[in-house]
Nanobody, 122 residues
Framework: QVQLVESGGGLVQAGGSLRLSCTAS????????MGWFRQAPGKERDFVAA???????TTYADSVKGRFTISRDSANMMYLQMNSLKHEETAVYYC????????????????WGQGTQVSVSS
């Protein structure tokens, strides 16, 4: 069983930055691919970024390329550095873990955190 807890959300002005963290309660953290997703009110949950098991490979949604950076350590932490945030990126951000490779599909992830709210004022 993998438990995931997100932190670092909050209120920021458009153009500002936030760094989200995801803490995984699992001994075998390194065997899981990890991802970030977000869900705005009334919308579907969308892929943001993913990172491979040992952090060598990453992939991003086109909308965040060049502004967001996903990373992980060898222990139990994953991060999402978000720069130049836009108002329309206001959403609940979720971290997820899965046994597969570098994935953008929601169904590829077995474990999800409860989410952290990111609000970007215009």
């Amino acid at each position: 069983q993998v438990q995931l807890v997100e932190s670092g959300g909050g209120l920021v002005q458009a153009g500002g930055s936030l760094r989200l963290s995801c803490t995984a309660s699992v001994r075998t953290f390194s065997i899981y691919s990890m991802g970030w997703f977000r869900q705005a009110p009334g919308k579907e949950r969308d892929f943001v970024a993913a990172i491979s098991t040992r952090g060598r490979l990453t992939t991003y949604a086109d909308s965040v390329k060049g502004r967001f950076t996903i990373s992980r350590d060898s222990a139990n932490m994953m991060y999402l550095q978000m720069n130049s945030l836009k108002h329309e990126e206001t959403a609940v951000y979720y971290c997820a873990a899965g046994p597969g490779g570098l994935e953008s599909r929601i169904g590829a992830y077995n474990y999800w955190g409860q989410g952290t709210q990111v609000s970007v004022s215009s």
